[in-house]
């Protein structure tokens, strides 16, 4: 929604030059597709208006008519998506970037594999035990259980707003939650306990700017 917001705050003065710098970096692949959308119509109504785009999503830039591959400040190769996948004979845009890099990168690169876990007798590192969040009437976590493992790599999918973050906010102690309880490594949360004593840290994602 800040991305929409922030397109329609660049765009009232009806700008010639239109530049997204990484405009959808951490956004869901919904609310991605909507953007462009958004973007592709604006382009219709206004097709004389030019768009510089930095983006690292390869099914982002597959729409752009030109790309500039680069890396480490310098760039790779230009042309069109279908042009750059040609020139390296790949299938596809991330295949073909990765093809563009310099040997020792592409010699470093490897596919990742996640060997199946044995889940026998696993410590429970975190747990989850009906949490719910209530802003008003608005329930924005209803009663959600779970239990991670220790070692786990655990995952939350699911589109902007549907309650991933406030989720974890509680599973931290950053938000108290309206029901339920979150456990850490055996023991209830505490929110007066600081992050590296309970044994966990968390990463923010950074803000990201539209301009015209």
Known sequence: MKQKLGLCCALIHDPQLL???????????LSRAQFWELID???????????????????????????????AGEVLATGSAAELKAQTGSQTLE?????????AQRRAHRAVVI????????????????LTMRFGNFVAVDHVNFRIARGEIFGFLGSNGCGKSTTMKMLTGLLPASEGEAWLFGQPVDRRISPPASG?????????????
């Open 19 to 29: 530049i997204l710098d990484e405009p959808t970096t951490g956004v869901d692949p």
């Open 115 to 130: 060997p199946p876990r044995d889940s026998r007798e696993e410590e429970i590192a975190i747990e989850a035990r009906g």
């Open 41 to 71: 119509s604006i382009r219709q109504r206004q097709p004389a208006m030019s768009v510089l785009v930095a983006t690292a999503y390869m099914e982002e830039a597959e729409r752009f008519d030109w790309l500039v591959a680069m890396n």
């Open 95 to 103: 295949q073909a970037f990765i093809a563009l890099l310099p040997e």
């Open 200 to 212: 966990w840290a968390i990463c923010r994602r950074p803000s990201r700017s539209i301009a015209s």
